[in-house]
T-cell receptor, first 115, second 114 residues
Framework: AQSVTQLDSHVSVSEGTPVLLRCNYSSSYSPSLFWYVQHPNKGLQLLLKYTSAATLVKGINGFEAEFKKSETSFHLTKPSAHMSDAAEYFCVVSERRTGGFKTIFGAGTRLFVKA | NAGVTQTPKFQVLKTGQSMTLQCAQDMNHEYMSWYRQDPGMGLRLIHYSVGAGITDQGEVPNGYNVSRSTTEDFPLRLLSAAPSQTSVYFC?????????????FGSGTQLSVL
């Protein structure tokens, strides 16, 4: 069965330190994987997506994610956090099914950045 | 570019009242959808449409109706609001309905049902 688990509901880092937001997934097929970011009172915005090309995916604002099939993980990282990175981040899995496809959102990880 | 426009931004309803959340996109997208966002649960799909005249149910369709008379518009109707429908609602669209297509989101509607 398809599922997405974001391992941390909250992550707090200091400005200038690395960011790691963890995501594990379960999928019976070759999925597409996404990370979206939601700033307060805003809609979601795509950060990056993986679609079976390179396993290391670079996104906007210095974020990147690595697809590890053996670990069924798609963790989001950034070398140096900025205050403007404070937001909620969603890991999303999408896979093709008979008659269509199914998209599942993780529960979200809220990132706090301390000055 | 306007992108995906949702109205209203905020709404308070009494139990049993009806209302329509509006969603419009100006990108000529085939696929449009409605999600609700509840704390700790991510986003859950309510209804979606793959083109004008075509709609289908998502994960949590009960209590909601949709229609798609034009490519641009995809309104969500609550026929008789219940407190369990208190949530933040997002409309999203994409060019096509495929696994790897990017979703464009509206800015959301915060709905409270008393």
């Amino acid at each position: 069965a398809q599922s997405v688990t974001q391992l941390d509901s909250h992550v707090s880092v200091s400005e200038g330190t690395p960011v790691l937001l963890r995501c594990n997934y379960s999928s019976s097929y070759s999925p597409s994987l996404f990370w979206y970011v939601q700033h307060p009172n805003k809609g979601l915005q795509l950060l990056l997506k993986y679609t079976s090309a390179a396993t290391l995916v670079k996104g906007i604002n210095g974020f990147e994610a690595e697809f590890k099939k053996s670990e069924t993980s798609f963790h989001l990282t950034k070398p140096s956090a900025h205050m403007s990175d404070a937001a909620e981040y969603f890991c999303v899995v999408s896979e093709r099914r008979t008659g269509g496809f199914k998209t599942i959102f993780g529960a979200g990880t809220r990132l706090f950045v301390k000055a | 570019n306007a992108g995906v426009t949702q109205t209203p931004k905020f709404q308070v309803l009494k139990t049993g009242q009806s209302m329509t959340l509006q969603c419009a996109q100006d990108m000529n997208h085939e696929y449009m959808s409605w999600y609700r966002q509840d704390p700790g649960m991510g986003l859950r799909l309510i209804h979606y449409s793959v083109g004008a005249g075509i709609t289908d149910q998502g994960e949590v369709p009960n209590g909601y109706n949709v229609s798609r008379s034009t490519t641009e518009d995809f309104p969500l109707r609550l026929l008789s609001a219940a407190p369990s429908q208190t949530s933040v609602y997002f409309c999203a669209s994409s060019l096509r309905r495929t696994t790897n297509e990017k979703l464009f989101f509206g800015s959301g509607t915060q709905l409270s049902v008393l």
